[in-house]
């Protein structure tokens, strides 16, 4: 009966947010900067020209695989069936035409494409008018996601809403067309909280190491060092969202990673971009708060991480080392922001200790690559063969961080602090123990990609942590 009805009209399909679960502005905007961190300056430069413009620009400098994006299922299914029962197919979209004529040869399901052309954003009305003047108003079916769409669906005989919230449905219903809705109503919370990355919250405990370490448990300290850990956890979820952002590509390659929000497109590109600045500007607005020395080390720890995300993330064992000063730089900020002088021993400790973890974390993913015999890391400098070297760099590293703790024991600041030094000897036991059983985890390929997320969830981790405390509570109380 349908192809009976719709046999000569077609079907228009939008791209963006529809046939793929992303936004292609913001695709090519990221992996623009991805290839050249120089390419947020030339879009700067190319906005006063309009989006149409700047959508050209990107659509030449982005890389793009369209195999590797976000398809909706319940729209591509839509469009095979409406091609298996006679129909005529076309996308049109506000996307760059080079970028919309690559996705739709990949799939081969469209009679024609239209795209922007670097002066005209074929968005909105100016989509309406075209659809009018090359089909004929209601003339074909729309199938859209925004409210720029509205437009569009006042002059199609019937509208079909992907993922559409319930506001813009009943806007739709009451245009007085046939209209169906695909996916649901309303977006869920939960891909908004998976991007956060709450559980890597967990690093931004390093800050409480000082007010330990130096034994001041005073209620006011205590809430400066909570401030600094909450600003801490901003900041850097800011920075999580960015390298998503920057990953996608990478992520979307990887067994794994491929479900991460973004990637997976369960969160919208926009809200992504959107996000970063916003976590960003609340964190820095705390650490104003704490003082201008915390707010410097929050300065160089946003520096250091975001010059790590568009390149140092690339380089071979800069990176170890750039993951390390992140670890130490949170010990740190604890410092700055309660006015505690850090003790050089505890420094030279996490260095080498966190070395040692950023080296796991490359190992595991070395494992990981081995194991589905590929030959390197997707964005990254390291290749399979290397394997052998990272895991000697990161036992050498663990255990000259125990040598530190040793040394440390053997003090004389430490009988200042401790009633019973020696039970801080079990201490470098205990981590020489865990650094070891680690190690031989991720060589057994029974790691996780964070070396730290892991630590949390296992068992043996969880005991070897309330051994270590365990030992320093005798160390102090004894």
């Known amino acids: ?35 050249d961190w120089t390419a947020g300056v030339a879009v ?8 149409a413009a700047v959508k050209r620009l990107l659509a030449g400098r ?42 739709a040869a990949h799939l081969g399901l469209f009679d024609e494409v239209h795209g922007s052309d670097g002066t005209t954003n074929l968005k909105g009305a100016e989509k309406a008018a075209f659809l009018t003047r090359r089909f004929g108003a209601g003339r074909y079916a729309y ?73 001041q448990l005073q209620a006011g300290v205590l809430l400066q060092t909570l401030l600094a850990f909450l600003a801490f956890s901003l900041v850097a979820s800011s920075v999580y969202v960015v390298n998503d952002l920057l990953d996608l590509a990478a992520d979307r390659a990887h067994p794994r990673k491929r479900n991460r929000p973004l990637a997976s497109g369960a969160l919208p590109i926009a809200h992504g971009t959107a996000m970063a600045p916003a976590l960003l ?18 300065a160089a720890y946003y520096l250091l991480t975001t010059v790590y995300s568009f390149d140092l993330k690339r380089r071979p064992i800069v990176d170890i080392c750039a993951l390390a000063c992140l670890y130490t730089l ?7 922001a309660t006015g505690i002088v850090l003790s050089v021993w505890l420094l030279a400790f996490s260095i080498f200790f966190f070395f040692a973890l950023a080296a796991v974390k490359r190992q595991a993913e070395l494992v990981d690559i081995a194991a589905r015999g ?76 964070d070396p730290v997320v892991y630590a949390a969830k296992d068992r043996v981790s969880q005991v070897c942590g309330l051994l270590i405390f365990a030992l320093a509570l005798v160390a102090t109380m004894a």
């Not at 290397?386 to 961080?401: E, I, K, N, P, R």
């Open 281 to 298: 500007g609340l964190g820095f607005l705390i650490a104003a708060a704490l003082g201008p020395a915390f707010l410097g080390v929050m």
């Open 330 to 336: 949170r010990i740190v900020a604890g410092a700055a």
């Open 374 to 449: 590929a030959l390197g890391a997707s964005g990254r400098g390291y290749q399979v063969g290397d394997l052998a070297l990272v895991s000697q760099m990161a036992v050498a590293s663990g255990y000259v961080s125990v040598l530190v703790m040793a040394l440390y024991v053997n003090s004389p600041a430490v009988s200042e602090l401790y009633s019973f030094p020696p039970a801080l000897w079990g201490i470098c036991l205990v981590l020489l123990y865990w650094i070891s059983r680690m190690i031989m985890t991720t060589h057994r390929g029974n790691m996780h990609d």
């Open 143 to 215: 199938i859209g996601d925004s409210p720029a769409d509205l437009a569009v669906w006042r002059d199609a005989a019937r509208a079909i809403t992907v993922n559409a919230p319930g506001s813009l449905r009943r806007q739709v219903e009451a245009l007085g067309i046939e209209t169906e809705h695909l996916g649901p109503a309303a977006r869920p919370l939960r891909p908004y909280l998976r991007t956060l990355r709450p559980h890597q919250w967990l690093k931004n405990i390093l800050v409480f190491l000082p007010i330990v370490a130096g034994h």
């Open 62 to 103: 982005a890389p793009l695989d369209p195999a590797a994006l976000p398809y909706d299922a319940a729209v591509l299914e839509r469009v095979r069936a409406w091609r298996a029962a006679g129909g005529r197919c076309v996308l049109v979209t506000a996307t760059d035409q080079g970028l919309a004529e690559r996705i």
């Open 1 to 35: 009966m349908q192809h009976a009805i719709w046999q000569d009209r077609v079907l228009v399909v939008d791209l963006d947010g529809t046939l793929i679960r992303s936004d292609m502005l913001y695709e090519s905007l990221w992996g623009a900067c991805r290839a």
């Open 44 to 51: 700067a430069v190319a906005l006063p020209r309009g989006r």
